[in-house]
């Protein structure tokens, strides 16, 4: 089914803090490559420019625009020995059903073009992510997508909020020019909160675990791909 | 507190129609050149200082062109000096004393002439204030980030009306002959925007004021009613159309006599906007300032100049006499000329103020000159 490496799991105190652990360090490898990403690194020196914040949503929204039916697609991957897991999809997907709209608005209230928006396509990046996203979610029991909401609903509840601000401070901009940045650090906030519960509940074996990691790594990459690769 | 965006103003437009008229050219086009009446226009005349102005008649006094398309033309001149469509726009605020047609709203069918694509409409009404009620509107909607971008238009055609048609077998004293010599034709607009202008300098509106005092004062300047108390029976609504006219109830007129009181209220809301420190007397700049007449001017100039002690006439700015009184439109008309002439800096602030006779409403801007964003490193 997946090629993981079989990490060894015996040293470890136990599999729950093993696996945050391992989580962690992807993390901060990621948070190194955003660093390094163009548009963040501007951003972060106050030279972003309205038009970079523009294309940033205009890129982002090809994507989002997926989120919603790649987890739908997760759930019905889900069999009756995952219930749980696809309650949990299920609920989540509701949730993210909508979130794009709020993107569009924004990239409206700027001055930008729904035609021009909808019309647009996945940058090399999106292409990679979203394509990774549905076939995983494909897979029978697709319990590493665990990893990608990991990383995806991390850079929601911990950065997304941070990079609006900054455009606010930067660009002068109303909140209502950046509703999708913002909303996404409460709404990730608390799905990384439930997916904490997912971890922890002592239903993921070290099996499982791998897989969650691998995922969250190739992920991270394609995210950070996505954003550096800006309409490419 | 949520945050809000700033609006600047980032173009700037006027239409003047046909060529500029002479005093002596006056009543080739709006009739009256019986001995009684040229005597009252040419005491009128001098009083208000205005050497040319800007009619949409002809030669004959036929009409050339209509409000709407005044405003129109504006737009266009002001969406040219920013460079976008009327498609980049997403809100037309419109201000006018008298549109073409009574329905529907003016705004509706200048957007309708303007074109671009759907877009939120504000009509204001009013007199000469109307066009920074207007202003607010656009400004307010910019600042909480609904839309990118707004276009604002103050238009005004009221030669049509003063002509001497109207004025034949109708009782028409000085409140009407005050008028009738001292408006004029013209439209100023503005864009307004969320970001400042990418490469050239731009105005950042700080705040905009208005305020009337109606509950105080009656009617001072009216058409469409017998006297200054709105009365059932007493409006064109309630009566014939025939009536109405012959009532004269159609010519615009203005109760000279409280204009000097007028004047002193306008000045009572300039020096509160100091005490409450919404102005700033070392910091202020330049003043544009609308006023209807000449007499007006010193009257206001000395006002300002108590609080202001460095105001000088180059800090102070009118183009009353060039462009003559075109009502609601003023504003902008004078706004266009001192910021295409390079009268303002960056880093300078500008008030613009406009008092309206029509019961006593007062309107004021505060403008801070800003450079385009990749030279505002370079500004102390």
Known sequence: MSTTTTASAEAAPSAADTLFERLADVWVELEERLERVPILARLAEGTVTLDDYRRLLFNLRQQVVDGSPWISRAASSFDGDHFELRSAAIRHAEEEHRDHLMLERDYVAIGGSLDELRAGRKNIGSEALSAYMFHYAGRPNPVGLLGAMFIIEGLGARRAAGWAARFQEVLGLADNQVHFMRYHQDADTEHTGNLEAILTSGAIDARAADEIVRCAQVVARLYALQLEELDR | ?380
């Open chain 2, 1 to 380: 507190m949520g945050a809000t965006a700033n609006a600047y103003l980032t173009g700037f437009g006027r239409y003047l129609p046909g060529a500029p008229v002479d005093n002596d050219g006056i009543a080739a086009r709006l009739g009256g050149d019986d001995p009684v009446t040229e005597r009252i226009r040419r005491r009128i005349l001098e009083s208000n200082g205005i050497r040319q102005r800007h009619y949409a008649l002809d030669e004959h006094g036929e009409p050339t062109e209509l409000n709407e398309e005044l405003a129109v033309k504006a737009l266009r001149a002001a969406l040219d000096d920013r460079g976008i469509d009327a498609a980049d726009i997403r809100m037309l605020a419109c201000a006018t004393t008298m549109g073409d047609v009574l329905v529907p709203g003016f705004a509706s069918m200048v957007h309708g002439r303007l074109g671009g694509g759907p877009m939120q409409l504000l009509s204001a009404s009013g007199v000469c204030a109307s066009s920074l009620a207007a202003l607010d509107a656009a400004v307010s909607k910019i600042r909480l980030g609904d839309h990118p971008r707004a276009a604002v238009v103050g238009s005004e055609l009221p030669s049509r009306s003063l002509r001497q048609r109207r004025y034949d077998g109708v009782r028409a004293g000085m409140d009407s002959h005050f008028l009738r010599w001292m408006l004029s034709d013209g439209a100023g607009a503005v864009v307004v925007e969320f970001q400042p202008h990418p490469d050239k300098p731009s105005l950042r509106v700080d705040w905009v004021r208005h305020v009337s005092l109606a509950h105080e004062h009656d009617v001072c300047m009216r058409a469409g009613m017998t006297g200054p108390e709105p009365v059932l029976g007493g409006t064109w609504q309630d009566v014939d159309i025939a009536d109405a006219e012959a009532a004269g109830m159609f010519l615009l007129r203005q109760d000279v006599g409280m204009l000097d009181d007028l004047a002193d209220a306008g000045i009572r809301q300039f020096e509160e906007l100091v005490d409450i420190g919404l102005v700033d007397v070392r910091h202020l700049d330049h003043v544009v300032c609308h006023y209807s007449t000449n007499m007006f001017r010193d009257v206001a100039f000395e006002a300002l100049r108590r609080r202001i002690p460095t105001l000088d006439t180059d800090r102070w700015f009118s183009n009353l006499e060039t462009r003559g009184n075109t009502g609601s439109a003023s504003i902008f008309i004078a706004l266009e000329e001192a910021w295409r002439t390079g009268r303002f800096a960056p880093g300078e602030t500008v008030l613009l103020a406009v008092p309206e006779s029509g019961r006593f409403s007062f309107a004021f801007a505060h403008l801070t000159v800003v450079a385009p964003p990749h030279q505002q490193g370079a500004t102390p």
